[in-house]
């Protein structure tokens, strides 16, 4: 067995996904004896959506879940006031889903582990991990069972409380703010339209009270209650006009803003949860542990420890910029509730998050634009060279690297690499070839002249070159060899 993932929420699931399409030997344990049933992290990120584009699973996900509607505001006045969370953006060539999407996140869940199961894939429930020790052999895995198992790697994607990051001696540096705290339900009720997030502020106008979300694809709704006890209270006392029908999962969150000092110990890999928490504010943590996984996933089947090491030089400070965007507005919720709700700060969106100037980021020209080694790749609608349409992240999809060929002969890379030319219309079309018949691929990577972008399995931009010759020391260098 090569890996085995301790926990399967959203992050273990999508490393599981990732794992499973590439035929590496893995398991997954999940200490619950059931799936996760709460609507916890409702908000999936435009960027997380294009992960789930390229696992296959982006039609379940935009079935099953809606835009954020709008906030109703109900002031201790008696009226009522609407703001948006974010304006609604319009999809772009380059960017084809640009507003967050809500699905509770039992549904997350559910779709992920749905499509691990028709791939093959299983989930061992009732089963954790409660010690383990690490030698030349491999890390030695005591499971809750009794059985000791042996793998190459163990990733802990085990939440907050991580017994693995504990096991291996990580710290978890951060603060727990213990009188920051918010009951959080799933609730049936009647009196209230769905066509709307609805908001009781506090007596100062600001501060929240109670606020009520209406669930997509469901009869659900999502309470949260700064500070309540008890959810028939708060809803009898704030807003009497509504009854409620059923009380299910229910939760007391306390703020708590942590991150782990390392991201690897041995063999040993850290991720979600289990690597940093943070406030709901900004919908930050569910998606920051899917990339996580997404990160991880092809360079767990690479092997290559150098390749590995890569992976806490990236994403750490990822979840550390993440960890202070939503401490920041965490601090704002205390002030102003709806405002620190709102979503329209462009990095909420993970797009623009990168990872320029990393190990594996190289860019040979000379004069590069302004879409660089290490951005996330850009898609845009094309056509094949029978002038069936096609877009850029077709061509990405899967688990290979994709050399985009811009103008440029095309090269093969050998196994484990696809080659695909950019061609402007007119010019000659290979059957393999991406006829560029509006400019739209060249504009979003910004390229003029002929160019090669090498890009990593995870859909962000490795190698950027006009010269050929620079492919393959930096596939050297990361202990992949191509051959031609």
Request: glycine share 12%.
């Given at each position: 067995?090569?890996?085995?993932?301790?926990?399967?929420?959203?992050?273990?699931?999508?490393?599981?996904?990732?794992?499973?399409?590439?035929?590496?030997?893995?398991?997954?344990?999940?200490?619950?004896?059931?799936?996760?049933?709460?609507?916890?992290?409702k908000g999936l990120q435009p960027r997380t959506l294009e992960v789930?584009?390229?696992?296959?699973?982006?039609?379940?996900?935009?079935?099953?879940?809606?835009?954020?509607?709008?906030?109703?505001?109900?002031?201790?006045?008696?009226?009522?006031?609407?703001?948006?969370?974010?304006?609604?953006?319009?999809?772009?060539?380059?960017?084809?889903?640009?507003?967050?999407?809500?699905?509770?996140?039992?549904?997350?869940?559910?779709?992920?582990?749905?499509?691990?199961?028709?791939?093959?894939?299983?989930?061992?429930?009732?089963?954790?991990?409660?010690?383990?020790?690490?030698?030349?052999?491999?890390?030695?895995?005591?499971?809750?069972?009794?059985?000791?198992?042996?793998?190459?790697?163990?990733?802990?994607?085990?939440?907050?409380?991580?017994?693995?990051?504990?096991?291996?001696?990580?710290?978890?540096?951060?603060?727990?703010?213990?009188?920051?705290?918010?009951?959080?339900?799933?609730?049936?009720?009647?009196?209230?339209?769905?066509?709307?997030?609805?908001?009781?502020?506090?007596?100062?106008?600001?501060?929240?009270?109670?606020?009520?979300?209406?669930?997509?694809?469901?009869d659900l709704w999502q309470l949260t209650a700064p500070l309540a006890?008890?959810?028939?209270?708060?809803?009898?006392?704030?807003?009497?006009?509504?009854?409620?029908?059923?009380?299910?999962?229910?939760?007391?969150?306390?703020?708590?803003?942590?991150?782990?000092?390392?991201?690897?110990?041995?063999?040993?890999?850290?991720?979600?949860?289990?690597?940093?928490?943070?406030?709901?504010?900004?919908?930050?943590?569910?998606?920051?542990?899917?990339?996580?996984?997404?990160?991880?996933?092809?360079?767990?089947?690479?092997?290559?420890?150098?390749?590995?090491?890569?992976?806490?030089?990236?994403?750490?400070?990822?979840?550390?910029?993440?960890?202070?965007?939503?401490?920041?507005?965490?601090?704002?919720?205390?002030?102003?509730?709806?405002?620190?709700?709102r979503r329209d700060d462009p990095v909420l969106r993970q797009l623009?998050?990168?990872?320029?100037?990393?190990?594996?980021?190289?860019?040979?020209?000379?004069?590069?634009?302004?879409?660089?080694?290490?951005?996330?790749?850009?898609?845009?609608?094309?056509?094949?060279?029978?002038?069936?349409?096609?877009?850029?992240?077709?061509?990405?999809?899967?688990?290979?690297?994709?050399?985009?060929?811009?103008?440029?002969?095309?090269?093969?890379?050998?196994?484990?690499?696809?080659?695909?030319?950019?061609?402007?219309?007119?010019?000659?079309?290979?059957?393999?070839?991406?006829?560029?018949?509006?400019?739209?691929?060249?504009?979003?990577?910004?390229?003029?002249?002929?160019?090669?972008?090498?890009?990593?399995?995870?859909?962000?931009?490795?190698?950027?070159?006009?010269?050929?010759?620079?492919?393959?020391?930096?596939?050297?260098?990361?202990?992949?060899?191509?051959?031609?």
């Open positions: 067995m090569d890996v085995l993932i301790a926990g399967a929420g959203p992050t273990g699931l999508t490393l599981a996904i990732e794992l499973q399409r590439r035929g590496v030997p893995y398991r997954i344990v999940e200490a619950s004896a059931h799936p996760f049933e709460g609507s916890r992290g789930l584009d390229d696992l296959g699973v982006i039609g379940e996900f935009l079935a099953a879940g809606a835009d954020y509607p709008v906030l109703r505001v109900h002031r201790p006045d008696g009226t009522d006031m609407e703001l948006r969370l974010d304006e609604w953006h319009r999809p772009t060539p380059a960017v084809p889903y640009p507003n967050v999407w809500m699905v509770p996140q039992w549904r997350t869940g559910e779709l992920l582990a749905g499509h691990l199961a028709a791939a093959g894939g299983h989930i061992e429930y009732g089963v954790s991990v409660t010690a383990l020790r690490q030698d030349d052999d491999g890390v030695h895995i005591t499971l809750s069972s009794g059985e000791v198992v042996t793998v190459r790697y163990l990733v802990g994607a085990d939440g907050g409380r991580s017994t693995v990051r504990a096991a291996v001696g990580v710290g978890f540096a951060g603060r727990t703010y213990e009188t920051h705290t918010m009951l959080i339900a799933d609730v049936r009720l009647t009196g209230l339209s769905r066509d709307a997030w609805h908001v009781w502020p506090g007596t100062d106008g600001r501060s929240q009270r109670l606020g009520l979300c209406p669930l997509p694809g469901t006890e008890s959810v028939a209270d708060v809803v009898a006392e704030v807003a009497p006009e509504v009854t409620l029908t059923h009380i299910g999962w229910t939760s007391r969150f306390r703020a708590n803003m942590r991150m782990a000092e390392r991201y690897r110990a041995g063999n040993v890999f850290l991720a979600g949860d289990a690597a940093h928490v943070h406030s709901p504010a900004g919908g930050q943590g569910l998606n920051t542990g899917v990339q996580d996984a997404y990160n991880l996933g092809w360079k767990l089947a690479a092997g290559d420890d150098a390749l590995l090491d890569t992976y806490e030089a990236e994403r750490l400070p990822v979840a550390a910029g993440v960890l202070g965007i939503s401490t920041r507005l965490h601090h704002l919720q205390q002030e102003d509730a709806a405002e620190a709700m623009s998050l990168n990872y320029r100037g990393g190990p594996l980021a190289a860019d040979h020209r000379t004069r590069p634009g302004s879409v660089r080694a290490g951005d996330r790749a850009p898609d845009a609608p094309c056509h094949d060279s029978s002038a069936f349409p096609v877009r850029i992240f077709d061509a990405l999809r899967g688990p290979q690297w994709t050399l985009l060929a811009f103008d440029a002969p095309a090269i093969s890379l050998g196994d484990g690499f696809r080659t695909v030319p950019i061609v402007r219309p007119g010019a000659p079309a290979g059957p393999d070839s991406i006829v560029d018949t509006h400019g739209h691929a060249h504009d979003a990577y910004d390229v003029h002249t002929p160019t090669y972008v090498l890009v990593r399995p995870d859909n962000y931009l490795g190698c950027v070159t006009d010269d050929p010759a620079d492919l393959d020391p930096y596939l050297r260098k990361l202990g992949l060899t191509a051959s031609r």
